[in-house]
């Protein structure tokens, strides 16, 4: 009878090891409640940039804690803004800090008969500064009120950084 009981309570006692754990994590997390990571256009927000640099279909991102991310879009999209057609890849990337995105891939704008790519963006001065290799191009902040939209059926050039 002695034998059972302790039978018994080891079993108590590790069904109780087992349940109390994840019973106090549950506890825990819904406590603090779930994560809830800032959408696209928050983080443009976030680091000072125009929520317009991007099309509406960019949903989804990874930011590093060094600012490198990915950004991914529902799929390719060619834009026209201030004139220019642009053409985003399905993902984006490069490192984002304050005022700034620089490293770029995914990004192109047609520049006369070719697609170059858009290496850097910064934000200062009420200007947008676009960065193409070594050549860079000033606008307005003022032009950036309201994110692209995708032209149906445009082809979207071919980026290194899709995939």
């Known amino acids: ?14 069904i109780a090891a087992l349940v109390v754990p994840t019973a106090s994590a549950s506890a825990a997390e819904s406590a603090a409640g779930p994560y809830d990571p800032p959408k ?12 317009a640099l991007l099309p509406a279909t960019a949903r989804r991102y990874l ?40 490293g770029l ?3 192109r704008v047609r520049v006369l008969f070719a697609w170059v ?7 200062a001065g009420g200007e947008v500064t676009v960065s193409l290799g070594p050549i860079k191009k000033s606008f307005p902040a003022a032009g950036f009120k309201s ?7 445009a082809a979207t050039p071919a980026t290194a950084s899709d995939g």
């Open 1 to 14: 009878m002695v034998r059972m009981a302790a039978a018994a309570a080891s079993t108590f006692l590790l």
């Open 147 to 153: 994110s692209p939209r995708c032209i149906a059926g």
């Open 105 to 107: 891939g995914g990004v």
């Open 40 to 51: 696209v256009p928050e983080l443009m927000d976030r680091f000072g940039l125009p929520r």
């Open 63 to 102: 930011l590093h804690d060094d600012g490198s991310f990915q950004l991914f879009l529902d799929g390719g999209c060619v834009a026209e803004a201030g004139g220019y057609r642009v053409g985003y890849g399905v993902k984006l990337s490069g490192a984002v800090a304050p005022g700034r995105a620089t």
């Open 117 to 123: 790519p858009v290496t850097a963006v910064e934000v």
